[in-house]
């Protein structure tokens, strides 16, 4: 085989709660993640010559050593030199559908998809974990979207025990275009201004365990009841992100007053927004008022539903 095309889904964060300092400059997480349909597409090819290369259609994604994807074909090459000397260069081509620096996990998915086609393309036989590991080097949410699905991220995000997975709960996401929130601005303007409120004591496993169980959407999502799921949705960021963004905060308003909405929420550092549905008739009847409520040609809505796995190969040649 000389090709992989890969299939590399979105992620949304249904909680997040920051519930202490981790090491290196992180804070420590509680988070449920869960990979949803909107996805982008990967093609890993050998090639050769002996040089790393990077296209992606979206004008906004940088192509050169910047790019996740490049830097995740880099990792391979220096931790696997003899399978790069033997199975020549490549080439990686991503056709981008997942909106970007949108909180939607879109570089951290397409570095994923690099490391499984990578491991398939030169028969190397890495283990889940052993992706996750080398992931975990690369960013934060990587390791989750190797294995998708349903998942509780601890640590810095990296740290992954699944959940049962949850199918087809409908989604309407929400993103203005021009709109970016620095991920780092998001975490380091919550410790300035809610620093002392969170546990600072890491040690303290009963006050960790409290934190993670509040809400109790863990429970909702083994009892497999969406309805309860929206109603336990959390995101910490949002106290930081909402008051700065003004038309974040006008997408969830918007989201909150629609009819069949069982629960809105900012994924991750934002800037989108998310509601959930039963059904897909109700996602997509809301994703049109809200494009009449809000006549912005900025604003770009999608329609998806949670899916049960994270990267997946579609085809190869
Ligand atoms: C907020 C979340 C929620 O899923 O996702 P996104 O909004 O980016 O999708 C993640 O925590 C982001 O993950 P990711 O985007 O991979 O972040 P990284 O590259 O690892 O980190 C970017 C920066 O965010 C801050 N950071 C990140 C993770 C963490 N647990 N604590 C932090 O303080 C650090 O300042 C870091 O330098
Ligand atoms: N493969 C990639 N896809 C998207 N963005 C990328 C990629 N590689 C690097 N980036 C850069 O990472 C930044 C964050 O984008 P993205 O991963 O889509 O958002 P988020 O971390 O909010 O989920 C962008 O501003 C972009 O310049």
């Known amino acids: 085989m000389h090709s992989y095309s890969l299939i590399a889904p979105a992620k949304i964060n249904l909680y997040l709660e920051i519930i202490g300092d981790a090491s290196g400059g992180y804070h420590e997480l509680a988070m449920i993640l869960q990979s949803i349909s909107l996805a982008d597409r990967i093609d890993v090819l050998s090639t050769s010559n002996d040089s790393i290369r990077v296209h992606c259609n979206h004008p906004q994604v940088p192509t050169d050593k910047s790019n996740l994807a490049y830097k995740a074909a880099e990792l391979m090459a220096t931790q696997f030199p003899e399978a790069f000397a033997r199975y020549g260069g490549l080439e990686i081509s991503i056709n981008k559908q997942i909106p970007v620096a949108a909180g939607l996990a879109g570089g951290s998915t397409n ?135 003004p038309q974040v905060l006008q997408l969830r308003e918007a989201f909150a007053n629609e009819e069949g909405v069982l629960g809105t929420m900012m994924s991750g550092s934002g800037p989108t927004v998310f509601a959930l549905f039963e059904s897909e008739q109700q996602a997509e009847q809301v994703k049109l008022h809200i494009r009449e409520a809000i006549s912005d040609e900025d604003l770009e809505l999608f329609v998806a539903r949670t899916i049960t796995h994270g990267i997946q190969v579609a085809s190869s040649v």
């Open 111 to 245: 570095a994923a998809a690099v490391l499984v086609g990578i491991d398939l393309l030169w028969k190397l036989g890495l283990t889940q974990s052993e992706l996750e590991e080398l992931g975990a080097t690369l960013g934060s949410d990587v390791p989750f979207c190797v294995s998708g699905g349903t998942a509780i991220a601890t640590g810095r995000g990296d740290q992954l025990a699944p959940l049962p997975s949850l199918d087809n709960i409908y989604i309407v996401l929400a993103k203005y275009r021009s709109l970016e929130v620095s991920t780092a601005w998001a975490y380091k303007t919550y410790r300035q201004e809610f620093g002392n409120s969170y546990i600072r004591d890491t040690n303290d496993l009963v006050a960790r365990a409290n934190a993670v169980h509040s809400g109790e959407i863990v429970k909702a999502i083994f009892e497999r009841n969406a309805a309860k799921i929206a109603e336990k949705l959390h995101n910490d960021l949002e106290r930081v992100v909402l008051p700065a963004y």
